[in-house]
Structures are given as structure tokens and as C-alpha cells.
Nanobody, 115 residues
Framework: QVKLVESGGGSVQAGGSLRLSCVTTGSMFRINSMGWYRQAPGKQRELVAMLSSIGTPNYGDSVKGRFTISGDSAKGTVYLQMNKLKPEDTGVYYC?????????WGQGTQVTVSS
């Protein structure tokens, strides 16, 4: 059974940095992309960043220029370096692998940014 395991969340002040990690356990055939979504209280889950199997990143508009996704999505490992954090970045960050048969999600890791 494939699981996505996240780590690296926490609490920081505005302007600080955090680094999230996500690794997959178990084997998964042909991962085309892997990345991160987040959900703030009372809001819908939104795209943060995705990394294609050939290394092409895609960022949500609100994080461009501040966050960097890296890793090897084809091997089931991605990282998210978050710099210049803002209070509006607060939320639960979920690792995600989209698949035709069913999407995979991690349990989520809390990120809290105080002003």
C-alpha cells in the first residue's frame, strides 16, 4: 500500500523559512507529477506547487518567487522550501500525487506563520 509521509511543518514568524519533505512508502508505477496543496481554515484546498516527472515546476500564484519545489517526483520524493513566509501562508500542507484511478494524499502537516 502506498503512503505519502510529510514532515517539516511548524510555527515561524513572518519573513521566516520552513522546508517540507514528502516521501512515498511502497511502490508506485509511473508517477507523472507530485507536489503540494494547502488548506487554510474555512477555505478550499489550493495548489501550492507541483513537480513533473521531468522536473518542470508549477506554482500557485500566491507563492511564486518565495517557494521552491525540488526532488524527484518520478521516485516519489519532493521537498518544498518556503521563504519569506506570510501569515496568509498558514494552513495544513498536503503532499499529493494525482493518478487516473485515484488521487493520493498525505495526512498533512501544519504550517503556522505569525505576524
Amino acid at each position: 500500500q502506498v503512503k505519502l509521509v510529510e514532515s517539516g511543518g511548524g510555527s515561524v514568524q513572518a519573513g521566516g523559512s520552513l522546508r517540507l519533505s514528502c516521501v512515498t512508502t511502497g511502490s508506485m508505477f509511473r508517477i507523472n507529477s507530485m507536489g503540494w496543496y494547502r488548506q487554510a481554515p474555512g477555505k478550499q484546498r489550493e495548489l501550492v506547487a507541483m513537480l513533473s516527472s521531468i522536473g518542470t515546476p508549477n506554482y500557485g500564484d500566491s507563492v511564486k518567487g518565495r517557494f521552491t519545489i525540488s526532488g524527484d517526483s518520478a521516485k516519489g520524493t519532493v521537498y518544498l522550501q518556503m521563504n519569506k513566509l506570510k501569515p496568509e501562508d498558514t494552513g495544513v500542507y498536503y503532499c499529493h500525487i494525482p493518478r487516473p484511478e485515484a488521487d493520493y494524499w498525505g495526512q498533512g502537516t501544519q504550517v503556522t506563520v505569525s505576524s
